[in-house]
């Protein structure tokens, strides 16, 4: 699938029809979902660096990038792979492009923090419209927005933050926004205030996916919650097995 396809999944969605995608981990995931039916899979960077063997946060870009490669190699040229690639790994945004690219992935996350500290929004803003120079179309780009994750400074307002950095990142070339942590009740008024397609994290203790799209979310991820999920299941087969 292209960019230009998975660009076109995200709009004229109606209201609690949200675009699931779930995040593989590796290969295996991946064909799962794949032969799930879902059109387009969003790789979780926590999620890929857990599955070898890293903290979240510490995978080297070439075996992050060699993993998206996998993903995408798995699954039919039919589904989307968007692949999250943290701050960006320091790669000027020409490298980041190609080798986002040679991985085969149509679409990335990046997002607005670096060590848990948010980032400049203007100098991100610069940096998000460099990557749209350099992919052009080729590219579905998801800003992530950290002010929930990470807070805001004292005596800012933390949605009026986000709306701030949303605004700069859409008219620098994303095509798509991602408060992560956003309290749902918030998402109403963040879609509205923000012209672009909203994403928003799924959570087990969270509303459903299409409640989520009801409040105002036209993307739903996951972040790593799926890969943790399965790896409780692997701890409930090894206590059965110890028991044995």
């Known amino acids: 699938m292209t960019a230009s396809a998975l660009r076109a999944l995200h709009h004229d969605r109606t209201p609690g029809d949200p ?5 593989p981990w590796d290969a295996a995931s991946a064909r799962v979902f794949a032969e799930a039916g879902f059109p387009a899979l969003a790789t979780p960077s926590a999620g890929v660096a857990a599955s070898l063997g ?3 946060g510490a995978t080297p870009a070439a075996e992050m990038f060699a993993a998206v490669a996998r993903i995408v190699r798995a699954v039919p040229v039919t589904v989307a792979v968007s692949a ?3 701050g960006g790994y320091g790669l000027a945004p020409k490298e980041l492009v190609e080798r986002l690219l040679e991985t085969g992935a149509v679409g990335c996350n990046l997002e607005d923090s670096v060590d848990g500290v948010l980032v400049d929004a203007q100098r991100q803003a610069d940096r998000l419209a460099e990557v749209r120079a350099v992919a052009g179309d080729r590219l579905f780009v998801n800003a992530r927005v950290d002010t929930y994750v990470h807070g805001v400074p004292d005596g800012t307002d933390q949605e009026a933050e986000t709306v ?10 994303a095509d798509c926004v991602y408060p992560i942590v956003a309290p749902p009740d918030s998402l109403p008024r963040l879609a509205a205030a923000v012209p672009a ?3 928003a994290l799924g959570l087990p203790d969270g509303p459903a996916p299409h409640a989520l799209g009801r409040l105002g979310a036209t993307r739903i991820t996951f972040g790593p919650g799926l890969q943790r999920r399965a790896m409780a299941a692997v701890r409930g087969i090894a206590d059965e097995l110890r028991k044995g």
């Open 84 to 86: 999250d690639i943290e």
């Open 54 to 56: 890293y903290e979240d």
């Open 19 to 23: 675009l699931i995608l779930p995040g």
């Open 197 to 199: 397609p909203l994403n």
């Open 164 to 173: 701030r950095r949303a605004l700069l990142y859409v008219a620098a070339g």
